[in-house]
């Protein structure tokens, strides 16, 4: 079965920079886009970013663009996001999102658990 | 961006009953249209994709309707477990955006 598991959140400093990483499992890794949804506490989905299978495409929200990167490893069945000048409003739980096309980007279908960031000083 | 917006944002709905969900789009984005339900502490599950198919293990009282800018979920004899929060998600246009979500209580 698909598995998804979030790791790297925690509490940052505004300014601050963090990772998160996703590994995944349960399916052909290599050939799906991956994405990375968030929520802030008590609020509703806010997609953040994607990558391609291959990672040859990648496009983000206009909240983060040009401060959070996406990429990942195929060797290691994992993405990743990287987080830099975090702000008080990128508090939120952020969830690993498998796309539901294989090699096509669209909307996604498996999600993890999520991983909690928040940004206070 | 293309904005996704969806009413009501509370449904009071009774156990046996039907519930109506909508969504608009800001612009077509076609049929590429997603809804996803969501409980309280847990992961959103996709219901539909392409705003009429049915995903995997999805009940079959679960049902999306709609083209361009006018979506619809419908949730027939709505069960103890339908009580939830519904979003619905444009993958037509980047950035892809959400709605502001309906949440559907007990009446």
């Known amino acids: 079965q698909v598995q998804l598991v979030e790791s790297g959140g925690g509490v940052v400093q505004p300014g601050r920079s963090l990772r998160l990483s996703c590994a995944a499992s349960g399916f052909t890794f290599s050939s799906y886009g991956m994405h990375w949804v968030r929520q802030a506490p008590g609020k509703g989905l806010e997609w953040v970013a994607v990558i391609s299978y291959d990672g040859s495409e990648k496009y983000f929200a206009d909240s983060v663009r040009g401060r959070f990167t996406i990429s990942r490893d195929n060797s290691k069945n994992t993405i990743y996001l990287q987080m830099t000048s975090l702000r008080a409003e990128d508090t939120a739980v952020y969830y690993c999102?498998?796309?539901?096309?294989?090699?096509?980007?669209?909307?996604?279908?498996?999600w993890g658990q999520g991983t909690l960031v928040t940004v206070s000083s | 961006e293309i904005v996704m917006t969806q009413s009501p944002a509370t449904l009071s709905v009774s156990p046996g009953e039907s519930a109506t969900l909508s969504c608009r789009a800001s612009?077509?984005?076609?049929?590429?249209l997603a809804w996803y339900q969501q409980k309280p502490g847990q992961a959103p599950r996709l219901l539909i994709y392409?705003?009429?198919s049915r995903a995997t293990g999805i009940p079959a009282r679960f049902s999306g309707s709609g083209s361009g800018t006018e979506f619809t979920l419908t949730i027939t004899t709505l069960q103890s477990e339908d009580f939830a929060a519904y979003y619905c998600?444009?993958?037509?246009?980047?950035?892809?955006?959400f709605g502001g979500g309906t949440k559907v209580e007990i009446k």
């Open positions: 998600q444009q993958s037509n246009t980047w950035p892809l955006t």
């Open positions: 612009q077509s984005v076609n049929s590429n």
């Open positions: 392409g705003a009429s």
């Open positions: 999102v498998k796309d539901h096309s294989i090699v096509v980007l669209t909307n996604g279908d498996y």
